[in-house]
């Protein structure tokens, strides 16, 4: 047995993977169905099953969306300063229970055990954030004359579903359910087949932290058994789905039949922009962080590199160097790059890179699969750059979701903003300058959610965030996150 093989037998007695859940998580307990069929979940580092969990079906659905509905009223009615009290606690609990949630999540996902600590302060931080935000939903009093008083006030929407992706498992969901719970919705959490053990664990301590049966519920499957009934359930009042484009448009086609609340979190294919002016020791390590981080699985990477032609050579010479000394390897040994989710994915991201190999584009690092000499069996692909001279390019176009960066080279700033804003996608930009024109000028016209001025994810909990264009929109994180969750009524009495 390896050294790492060892320490990974450890990391797995210690993460407590034989105790995993079973079944859903509905109505304050986990419940295995009686004609149960199970699926595994694999440890991407590895290439190999670790646990099975349930692959629930429709009536799974119907059990969690009328537990959910028969929470809701009495939830709505909890003072907000109580319902902010016990999200504390859930905040607080995920960091008592972080370093087990941080362990399962690294298993299930990939990533790298320091990404997957990150992610566990992460989500107490935005159960914390929105606990303070529970009794701060403030409506308006809007001036009409003595006669009148108008005012609004910010009701909960109701049953919110929420449909979740495998790249960020604990993070995407709570991003939805901590404003959910916030607004006095309930919850029905669906999340991806491929990473569903956080979702369960964090509803186990959302339980324990008083939050009231049924006010949270987890159903794991396939999107096919699970999703779509969720989906199309008359009785859920918002959908909130994290995914992909194509399934994002499914899921709003569904909701449309009903006339269901939809908010939709997709892909992104994000400009990185480095002008002439820009300090490269700081703007090379950035550009590295934001497509390398999770292995390039994260919608708001940023993976497309802009830079000014002054500067490409200086720019490709340093990133190739800095590239060489990247290590990959299996989330717990923390090595630079961890792996990619899925068989599927890995393929998926070999193929995009082939295909650019074979359209002529320039191979500056990396472009193919690595094999560790540890765990040669697991999927990693090495973190790559090709650079595409036309900017129709699918390499430029197409989200690859992986760690390849498309490197693109602009002859001015108006080219930058032009080329920055040449996808369908709109999920985030970034700019590196000291210019603060040019960088108030990129952000203003340059289309996407959210802009970062010379540092890449620099957005906090506090910050709203979400797309435009083919990257979706509604807003997650932030009071606008919470708004999500409102429904706004406005009332006006006639003073007699
Ligand atoms: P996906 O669309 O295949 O799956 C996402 C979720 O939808 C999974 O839980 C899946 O089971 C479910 N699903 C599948 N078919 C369904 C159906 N017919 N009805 C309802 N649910 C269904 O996406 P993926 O490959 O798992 O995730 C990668 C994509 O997610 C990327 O495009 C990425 O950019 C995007 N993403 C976006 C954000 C964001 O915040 N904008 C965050 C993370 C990931």
Known sequence: MSDLEKRLAQARAEAGL??????????????????????????????????????????????????????????????????????RRISDLILSEGRRLALVEMFDAGKRLGEAEGDVRSAARTFEYYAGAADKLEGAQIPVGNDYLAYTVHEPVGVVAQIIPWNYPLTSAVRGVAPALAAGCSVVLKPAEQTPFTALLLAEICSRAGLPDGVFNVVTGTGARVGGPLTAH?????????????????????AARNITRVTLELGGKS??????????????????????????????????????????????????????????????????????????????????????????????????????????????????????SDPKDPIVQEEVFG??????????????????????????????????????????????????????????????????????????????????YCKLKSVTMKLV
């Not at 859920?236 to 709003?252: A, K």
């Not at 910050?463 to 435009?468: A, H, S, Y």
């Open 18 to 87: 034989a105790d995993l859940p079973h079944g859903h998580f509905i109505d304050g307990g986990f419940h295995v169905p009686p004609a149960l069929e199970e699926m595994e979940s694999y440890d991407p580092g590895l290439g190999r099953p670790f646990a099975t969990f349930a692959n629930g079906t429709a009536d799974d659905v119907d059990r969690a969306v009328l537990s959910a509905r028969k929470a809701q009223r009495a939830w709505a009615r909890t003072a907000p300063v109580e319902r902010g009290r016990v999200l």
């Open 234 to 254: 008359p009785d859920i009042d918002h959908i909130t789905f994290t995914g992909s484009v194509p399934t994002g448009s499914r899921v709003m086609a569904e």
């Open 271 to 388: 400009p990185h922009v480095l002008l002439a002016d820009c300090d490269l020791d700081r703007a090379i390590p950035d550009v590295m962080g934001a497509i390398f981080e999770n292995a390039g699985q994260i919608c708001s990477a940023g993976s497309r590199l802009i830079v000014e032609r002054s500067i490409r050579d200086a720019v490709a010479e340093r990133l190739a160097k800095a590239m060489a000394g990247l290590k990959t390897g299996h989330g717990y040994a923390n090595l630079d790059v961890g792996a990619v989710n899925s068989r599927e994915q890995l393929k998926r991201i070999e193929d995009h890179v082939e295909r650019a190999k074979s359209r002529g584009d320039a191979l500056i690092a990396g472009g193919s699969r690595v094999e560790p000499e540890e765990t040669p069996d697991g999927w990693y692909f090495a973190p790559t750059v090709i650079e595409a």
């Open 403 to 484: 760690p390849v960066l498309a490197l693109q080279v602009a002859e001015d700033f108006d080219h930058a903003v032009a080329l920055a804003d040449g996808t369908d996608y709109a999920l985030a930009g970034a700019i590196h300058t000291r210019d603060l024109t040019k960088a108030v000028r990129f952000a203003r016209e340059v289309d996407a959610g959210q802009i970062y001025v010379n540092e890449y994810f620099a957005a906090p909990v506090e910050v709203p965030f979400g797309g435009n264009g083919k990257s979706g929109f509604g807003r997650a994180k932030g009071l606008e996150g919470l708004k999500t």
